[in-house]
């Protein structure tokens, strides 16, 4: 598990249940978002995160500059394409 700044993800796009979702990537893996938490529920989006790998998945969490908090988000399998930055 992994508390990331958003400086180190890349995002990118991908394919999940047959639709195109905004996802990021991160040392080579594609990760798609699973929940959004406020800033004071990190031990919530740790707890998520940490069951995700009890189940044998890769998960990351994210903090987020804006809106502040913290992002779950899953390993994908497929990555279809890089997305552009917004400022």
């Known amino acids: ?3 990331l700044d958003p400086a180190q993800v890349k995002p990118c796009y991908v394919n999940h249940e047959d639709k195109l979702e905004a996802g990021i990537r991160v ?3 594609a990760f798609r978002m699973l929940a959004n938490y406020q800033p004071s529920q990190l031990k919530n989006a740790i707890t ?3 069951a995700c790998l009890d189940n044998h998945a890769l998960s990351i969490v994210v903090k987020n500059p804006s809106p ?3 992002t ?3 390993q994908s ?3 279809v ?3 552009a930055r917004t400022a």
């Open 1 to 3: 598990m992994f508390i």
């Open 27 to 29: 040392y080579g893996k």
């Open 48 to 50: 998520h995160c940490r």
């Open 72 to 74: 779950v988000w899953l």
């Open 68 to 70: 502040a908090g913290y």
């Open 81 to 83: 394409g890089e997305a």
């Open 77 to 79: 399998a497929e990555r």
